[in-house]
C-alpha cells in the first residue's frame, strides 16, 4: 500500500502526557498536512509543510502542539501535556505541488488519540 | 476561509441518483473545487474535483455552475456503501495550501 500511513492508529494517555504521532505521506508528495478531527465535525486544520518548512500554523495549535517534518519526508506531531479536551482524530494529508493537477490531497486512515 | 455551504443531511434510495448542492460564492478563480467523502472511522477520501467545466470519473460527476459559485456532486445509482459524509472543500482565500472543511452532508442510502 503506497497511501498515507499513520501510526499509531489508536492512543490512550493519561492527562499530563506527551505523545507522538507519525505520518509517512505518499512518495514523492512534497506538501504535507495536519487536521485535527472531533465527533461530528469536519476535519480542522492544524498546520501544513511544503518539503521541510512549515508554512503555516492554525490558532488552534497552542504552543503544547508542535509538528516537524525533519528531511521533507515523514513529518512528527507532538502534543505535550495533554488535556481531556486533545481527545480528537488526528489526520495526516499529502499533495503534490508543482504541477496542474489542483493539488489533491490524499489523507491517510487517522490517529485517534483518547486522553483518560 | 474559504467557505462552503452544504445541507446537513440528505436520503437516497438505493439505486437512485444523488445531487449533493455545494454553494462557495466566496471562490477564487484560480481555485479547484475537491469533494471528499468519510466514512465512519476513517480519513476522507477523495471523490473528484474540478476547475470550471465538468468532470466525471468512475467515483461520481462534478456539475460546475458557470460563474463556479456552486457545484453539484453527482452519484449516478446510489448504494449502500454510498452512505457517508460528503465534503466539499476549498482552499484558504489567502492562497496557501490550507483547504477548509465545512459540517458536511450526511448521506443516508435507503435500502
Known amino acids: 500500500d503506497t497511501g498515507v500511513s499513520q501510526n499509531p492508529r489508536h492512543k490512550i494517555t493519561k492527562r499530563g502526557q506527551n505523545v507522538t504521532f507519525r505520518c509517512d505521506p505518499i512518495?514523492?508528495?512534497?506538501?504535507l498536512y495536519w487536521y485535527r478531527q472531533t465527533l461530528g465535525q469536519g476535519p480542522e486544520f492544524l498546520t501544513y509543510?511544503?518539503?521541510?518548512?512549515?508554512?503555516?500554523k492554525s490558532r488552534l495549535l497552542s504552543d503544547r502542539f508542535s509538528a516537524e517534518r525533519p528531511k521533507g519526508s515523514f513529518s512528527t506531531l507532538e502534543i505535550q501535556r495533554t488535556e481531556q479536551g486533545d481527545s480528537a482524530m488526528y489526520l495526516c494529508?499529502?499533495?503534490?505541488?508543482?504541477?496542474?493537477?489542483?493539488?489533491?490531497?490524499?489523507f491517510g486512515e487517522g490517529s485517534w488519540l483518547t486522553v483518560v | 476561509d474559504a467557505k462552503t455551504t452544504q445541507p446537513n443531511s440528505m436520503e437516497s434510495n438505493e439505486e437512485e441518483p444523488v445531487h449533493l448542492p455545494c454553494n462557495h460564492s466566496t471562490i477564487s478563480g484560480t481555485d479547484y473545487i475537491h469533494w471528499y467523502r468519510q466514512l465512519p472511522s476513517q480519513g476522507p477520501e477523495y471523490v473528484i474535483h474540478?476547475?470550471?467545466s465538468n468532470v466525471n470519473n468512475r467515483m461520481a460527476s462534478l456539475a460546475i455552475a458557470e460563474d463556479r459559485k456552486s457545484s453539484t456532486l453527482i452519484l449516478h445509482r446510489a448504494t449502500l456503501r454510498d452512505a457517508a459524509v460528503y465534503y466539499c472543500?476549498?482552499?484558504?482565500?489567502?492562497?496557501?495550501?490550507?483547504?477548509?472543511f465545512g459540517t458536511g452532508t450526511r448521506l443516508k442510502v435507503l435500502a
Open positions: 509543510f511544503q518539503n521541510e518548512a512549515q508554512l503555516e
Open positions: 512518495s514523492e508528495h512534497n506538501r
Open positions: 494529508a499529502s499533495s503534490f505541488g508543482g504541477s496542474e493537477s489542483g493539488n489533491t490531497i490524499y
Open positions: 472543500i476549498l482552499r484558504d482565500a489567502s492562497g496557501t495550501y490550507k483547504y477548509i
Open positions: 474540478g476547475l470550471t
